[in-house]
Each structure stands twice: as C-alpha cells, then as structure tokens.
C-alpha cells in the first residue's frame, strides 16, 4: 500500500523512526514528510502568511523523505501535490509523543490533524499515539532524548502493533468520508495488549496558560483538566487507564447533524 507518513514531533523523532521501520518491513510503500521541528498542539493550522520550505534528505528511514518547515497539516499538502511521484493511498500520522485522547485534546493535536488533512484530500487516514509519563515527556523535548529500556521495548512494539493494523484499518474507510482512526497506545503495551473500541472522553481543560508575568506574557501550561464523559460511555481515556489499545473512529461528517 502506497502511505505518506508524518507526524507533529518532527522528522528526527525516534517514535516517527520506529514507526517508518515497521511500515517498510510490513511490505509499505511509504515516503515521510515531516516537519522539521516539533509543530505539538497546532491543531490544523497551516502556514498563510509565509512562504514553506521543503527538503529532501536521508535520515536513515529506508525510503523517501522529505522535511518541511511547516504544520503537519502543510506537511500533507505539500507532499501530495507537490512531492511524491505518485499520489498515497492513505495517509498515517504518528507514533505521536503521548496520548492524544479525549476530545480537548484531539482538537488541539497536529498529529490527528495530519490525519484529518488526509481525510480532507479524500483519502483514508489513521493517528497513532503513545501513552508516556510526565517525566519521559519533558526528557523529549530536552536535544537527542533517548528512550529507556522499558520505553524502548513497548515503541518497538507498539510501531509493529501499528504497522500490522495500518493497512486494514485505512481500507476499512471509503475514500472521501471525511473519517479518520485515532489509536492510542498505553504504557507499557505489549503483543497481547488488547485493542478496545472507545469514544473520546468529553474533557473540560481550562487554565492552560500562566497569569500574566513582568513581561506581560502568559506562558502554557500542562493541564489535564475534568472528565464529565457520561458513565455509559466507553471512552479513550478509560480504556488506557485500564491497559487496552484505545481504538475511536472519529467521524467529521458528524460535526453537520
């Protein structure tokens, strides 16, 4: 299957890496366009007011790549009008640095929208996400992270979980349907981790920014905000809790009933 892969945490993320490696070793015919640095919580914006920049370049994925100093969302534009030879037929974001679940943040993710700006071309879309804990998050935002052992191990197995759904879950989307896949996967997650169906949780997150300092600036903050998901829900944020593959199907098409 001919797939684009990007990401929100940029091109020279180990989670995108590992995630590249187990596509091409299903049998993929993958090309990665990323962006050049960490674009977290950008949501689907793009680049209006200024002109993109992109590179082909070799960073050890075993296929072509590009990086592209923009969005995700730029990334997927970019690429399929502009970079690849022929046109993928579906479009794969992650193995995103945390979780991207409930729908506070799944709004605010570049890695669900470079999924969603795959469905907006048309095409099958699925995102990828890694359950990690405060500390290892602020290890990768630090030059070179590298991941412990324990981490290691669950990335490598969470990319060939990924790998090995991929195909089968953008064929089961018609292409023009406007939905997309959000897999989330839990910390640590291993061959026998069982995937459950979920909605995402109805999050409420306020105070995300500091009062405003000396400078008259408001800086972000990590909130994680209230869950007031309805008990009969199944959501995304539960099922991790409880150690399943939280497994939503987010639907755009909903957004007009």
Known sequence: MRILLTNDDGIESI?????????????????VVAPRSEQSW??????????VHSDKADFGFGCPTWSVEGTPSDCVN???????????????SGINIGLNTS?????????????????????????FSQ?????????????????????????????????????????????????????NFPMPCTPQTRVKRTVPAHMMVPGLFTPRD???????????????????????????AEGFISHSLLDYTKLGS
Do not use: C, W
């Not at 970019?78 to 794969?92: R, Y």
């Open 78 to 92: 970019i690429a399929i009008d502009h970079l690849l030879d022929n046109p993928p037929e579906g479009v794969v």
């Open 103 to 127: 729908l506070a943040f799944i709004i605010a993710s570049g890695t669900v929208a470079g999924a969603l700006e795959g469905a907006v071309h048309g095409l099958p879309a699925v995102a």
């Open 214 to 240: 000396d400078a008259g600036k408001h800086k972000l903050i990590f909130a994680r905000g209230n869950d007031i998901s309805p008990k009969e829900l199944i959501t995304d944020k539960a099922a991790i």
């Open 15 to 31: 989670f995108l890496r590992e995630l590249a490696l187990a596509l091409i070793n299903q049998g993929h015919d993958l090309s």
């Open 131 to 183: 359950e990690i804990d405060d500390a290892t998050y602020e290890l990768f935002k630090t030059p070179q992270p590298k991941p412990d052992a324990k981490l290691a191990e669950t990335l490598k197995i969470s990319a060939g979980i990924a790998a090995a759904m991929a195909e089968s879950l953008l064929e089961s989307i018609p292409r023009e349907s406007f939905k997309v896949h959000n897999i």
């Open 42 to 51: 950008v949501g689907a914006s793009k680049s209006r007011n200024r002109g």
